[in-house]
């Protein structure tokens, strides 16, 4: 049974940083397909980057420029970076990995191609 938990979420004030981070057991992170996913209350769950076996990336026009993915080979470890956060980017965040996928599955980050999910954390920010 793949499991993904992620860490790192908390409380911030506009315009600061958070790293959040998702580890994974019997699922090689750095040779496969991981992405974050975030939903508001309210809100459809949507893909903010993604990050393929190739090292290719997508992100949600909303977090371009703010926001980095990027994979610890050594711990197996998937991170995201978040700069210059905003009050729009609270939500809860979710680590998600596919069973199978093809470039496009992968890069597309809809989420009903993904099937592994963390229980995800919470981000805050306030003004």
């Known amino acids: 049974q793949v499991q993904l938990v992620e860490s790192g979420g908390g409380s911030v004030q506009a315009g600061g940083s958070l790293t959040l981070s998702c580890s994974a057991s019997?699922?090689?992170?750095?040779?496969?397909?991981v992405a974050w996913f975030r939903q508001a209350p309210g809100e459809e769950r949507e893909g903010v980057a993604v990050?393929?076996?190739?090292?290719?990336?997508n992100y949600a026009d909303s977090v371009k420029g703010r926001f980095t993915i990027s994979r610890d080979n050594a711990k197996n470890t998937l991170d995201l970076r978040m700069n210059d956060l905003k009050e729009e980017d609270t939500a809860t965040y979710y680590c998600?990995?596919?069973?199978?996928?093809?470039?496009?599955?992968?890069?597309?980050?809809?989420?009903?191609?993904?099937?592994?999910w963390g229980q995800g954390t919470q981000v805050t920010v306030s003004s």
């Open positions: 990050i393929d076996d190739y090292g290719s990336t």
């Open positions: 019997r699922y090689t992170v750095f040779t496969a397909c």
């Open positions: 998600a990995a596919p069973a199978t996928y093809s470039y496009s599955s992968c890069l597309g980050m809809q989420s009903r191609n993904f099937n592994y």
